[in-house]
C-alpha cells in the first residue's frame, strides 16, 4: 500500500501514532501514517471520512493534531520532532484546512443530519424504533416526510446564509478598547470582515494576496489598522504600507466621481444660483459666475471627502450584489462606487420628482381602503340558528289570540301542588345519582385511571399511540386519491397498518391481558385503526364499480 | 385638572412615575390637552366607522415581527423596550386567538441585520406565550433588517390559500434598517402577494414603513406611551376587511361532540390525546373522554385544533359563533351634550354620576351612557344593556 502512485502533498518526519514513530504523509484523497521503518500504511482516512481536526492548545508540551472521523472515533497524532514540531503541525493543520472542506460529500451531510434529529428527539428515535426497526415501514418512507422538514429547516439554517445588508455605521461600530498598556484592542468579527471586504474590493485583493503567505490573518489586520489609510489623516507615507495602493486607487475613484457631476438636478448644489437680472433688466452681459474654487487643502476636507467616498462605497456595494435595478428613478446605481454612470433624468421622472416635492400626502384627505360588502340572505338566523320546520296547530289568528289569552290566564292562576310532582322512588334515585360517587357524577373520578394502569404500561401504550399516529398520518395523506402513486401508496399502508396491528398491538393486548388489567387500553387505538379500515374498504369499492 | 380628562384618570400610576410631565402640563397646559383630545377623537372616529357588513378576512396568517436591535435597550417603556413589548405581546396572543379562533400566529424577531423565526405560524397560543417569556432574556443588539423580516414572513405567508388574509405586523423601534438589496422591489412582491403590512412604531415616524403601509393597505402608528402602545396592539386583533380581490372557497371542518364518559360505563376506553403526545412533556395522561375527530377517531382535548393525523380542522360551534360580532357590529350611539338630559345625571352601565360635556344614547333603547362604557360596550361587550335588559322584560 505504499505505493505512492497518489500525489503526496505533504510528508512529515518523526510523528507517533499510539507511541510508535512514524512518518505522516497528506495526499491528495487521503491522509496515512505508517510506522518508522515500515513500508505499509497502518493508518489511513480519506478526506471525505474526516469529520473535523483538533490540535493541541499552543501552551501543551505536546503538540498533537487529532482526526475525529464521522464514525465517531479519533485519530491522535503526536509531532516529536524537537526543533519543528509546532511548524510541521501548524503545516499539517493547514493543508487539512484547506482540503477537507473539498471533499465533504451532501450524503454525509444528510446522515448526519438525519442522526442529529434521532439523538434530539427521543420521540422520534422511539418511533424510528418502533417503525423502521422492526420492518413495519421501510427507511426511505420513514425519512420521507421527515427531511421535507430538514428541507423546509434548511431555509431557517440557512438563516446563516441570509443576504445580509452593510451597515453604513460598520466602520464606527469597530470601537477599539484600551487595552491598558498604550495600545488599543479592535474586535473585529465575521460580519465587520465582510462589511469590509464588500465595500472595499481593493483591500480583499489585498488580503487574498498576503493571507496566508506573507502575513497571517491577525498580522494583516493589525496593519490595516496602523495604517494611515484607516486613520483620518490620510498622509502617504511613502510605499511601505500595503494599504498606500489602495489610498491611491481611492483618490482616483473620488475624482472621477467628481467629475462626473450630479445628475439630478433637484440636488446638484453647483448649478443653484441666484438667476437674478443684473442692472439693465437683463440687458445687460450677464458675467459668468466664477465660483472659486480654491479647494483648501485642510484636514477638514479630507475627513469629508473620506465620508463622501465611504457612503458611495457602501451604496455601490450594496447594489452590487443584487442584479442591476430597473429603477429609472434610481440615483445610485452603479456597479463600481467610483463611476455614476445611469441618471439620465428624463422628463417625465423629473415631472413626478416635482410633483412629489410640492405635495405631501399627509395633509390629503385619507382614502379608506374599498370594502366588499356582505351579501347574506336571512341575517337574522345568524342570531339564533336555524329553526326546524313544524306542523302548525293553528289555522286562524284567533285561534293564536285565544290560546295566548287562556296560557296567560293559567299562569295568572298557578297554584303548586307540591305533593304530586315526583313520586317519592323515583326521588330519591334521582338524589342518590346526583350525590358524590353516583352515576351522574363520574367527571370527578377521571383521575383515578391514571394510578390503575402502572407506567411502564402506560409507556409502551405512548409508544404504540405515536407509532399508529405516524402511520395512520401517511394513510390518511393519501386521500383523496387521484394518482396512481397515490393508490400504491395507500395500498401499502393499508397493509403496513395490518402489519403494525399484527406485531405490536396483538402482543401488547396479550400482555395486559396476562396481567389481569380489566380495562380496555387498547380499544381507541383499534377503533382508530378500524376507521382507517373502512375508509379503505369504502375507497376500494367504489374503485371497482368505476371499473366495472 | 388631571380628573376632567379620562385618559389622564386611568394613569394616575403614570402621573407618580412621570412627575415631569405635570409640571410641563403647568407651563404649556394645552399642548398636552390637544393630544390627549386628538387621540380621544381617534377613537370616536373608530367606533363611528366601524365596518358593518362587509366582507372580513376570519381566517388570519398573521406574522408578528419585533425588532430586538439595539435601540430595544432604551429605558423610556419600563424597565426597557423589548420587556414591555414581549408582556404587551402576550397579552395580545391571548386575545388574538380568542377572538379570532381559526386563525393563526407566528413571530419573527430581527437583530443584527439579519431574521429569524421564533415561533412558526401555529393555531395554538401556548407555544407563543412560551417562546415570548424565554425571549426576554435576548441581547438587543445590532440593526434591525426590514428586508429579511419580510422576506422570511413571505416565504412561508406564498404559500398559504388564497381566500385566507396574509398579514403581517411589525413593530420598528428603530429608526434605520440595514438592506441588502432594494425594498422598493419587495413591495412590489407584497402587493403583487396581496399581504398587508402594519407597522408600529415605538420611535418616531420613518419614510419606509409609511411607503410600505401605504402601498400594502395596512396601518401606521407611533406609540406614545405605553397604555398607547397597548392599544394600537388590540387594533390589530380585530379581523380585517378583504380587499375585493381575494378568492372565496368552501373550507371543510369538524365539529366532534365532547364526549363525557365513566369507569363504570360497558366500553370504557381510556385514551391518550394526540396532541400531547407529540409535545415531549410529560402531561400526557390517559383520559376517558375528549373530543374524537369525525373522519379518524384520533383524540384531542382541546378544540380548535387541526387533526394531527388527517388533517381536518376541528372546532366547535361557538368558535364560530364568536366572529359575529365583527360581522353584526353594535350599532354606533348618539352623541348628545349632558346639558339636554332632563332626568339625573346617571350613566345607565355604571351607575356613576356624568360628568362628561357629552353623552352616548342607544338610539334603539335611549339608555345614556358616559364616555368609558361607550368604549367598553363597542370594544368588549359588543351588546347593549339597555337593549339585553329591557327584552326580558314582560
Redesign the interface.
Known sequence: MASLSEEVLLVVKKVRQRKQDGTLYLMAERIAWGPEGKDRFSVSHLYADIRCQKISPDGKAKIQLQLVLHTGESTTFHFSNESSALKDRDAAKELLQQLLPKFKKKANKELEEKNRMLQEDPVLFQLYKDLVVSQVISADEFWANRLGDINSADSAVSNNKQEVGISGAFLADIRPQTDGCNGLRYNLTADIIESIFRTYPAVKQKYSENVPHNLTEKEFWTRFFQSHYFHRDRINTGTQDIFSECAKQDEKGLKSMVVQGVKNPLVDLLSLEDKTLDEGYGVGTTLPSTSNRTVKDSSNSAIIKRFNHHSAMVLAAGSRKGEAPADQASETSSTDGNSRDSDFFQPPVKKVKLQEAIEYEDLQRENRPKTVALNLKKSDRYAHGPVPLQSQHYSTSQDIINSVSYIQHEMANYKPNLTQVLSSTAASSAISALSPGGVLMQAATQQAINQMVPTDIQGELKHLYVAAGELLRHFWSCFPVNTPFLEEKVIKMKSNLERFQMTKLRPFQEKIQRQYLSTNLTGHLEEMLQTAYSKFHVWQTRRMMRKT | MMDEEPERAKRWEGGYERTWEVLKEDESGSLKATVEEILFQSKRKRVIEN?G???LGMMRHLYVVVDCSRSMDDHDLKPNRLTSTLKLMEAFVEEYFDQNPISQLGIITTK??????LTDLAGNPKKHTAALKKAVDTVCV??P?L??SLNLSI?TLKHMPGHTSREILIILSSL?T?????I??LIKTLKSLKVRVSVIGLSAEVRVCTVLT?ET?GSYHVILDESHFKELLMLHVRPP????SSECSLIRMGFPQHI?A???DQ??????S?SQ??S?SSE??????GYFCP?????YTELPVEC????LTLVSAPHLARS?HH??PLQAFTESPTEELQEDRFCQACQGELKDKSIFSCPSCGSAFCVECDFFIHDSLHCCPGCIHSQTAP
Do not use: W
Open positions: 365596518y357588513k362587509v366582507r443584527n441585520k439579519r431574521a429569524e423565526k445590532g440593526e433588517s428586508y429579511n416565504q434605520t440595514c438592506d441588502p438589496a432594494n422598493c422591489e401605504r393597505g376587511p378583504v380587499s375585493s363525557i365513566s369507569l363504570t366500553d370504557a376506553k381510556p385514551s391518550f394526540m403526545l407529540d415531549n400526557a395522561a390517559l383520559t376517558l373522554g373522519q379518524c377517531h384520533t383524540k394531527k393525523v388527517c388533517g359575529f360581522l353584526f
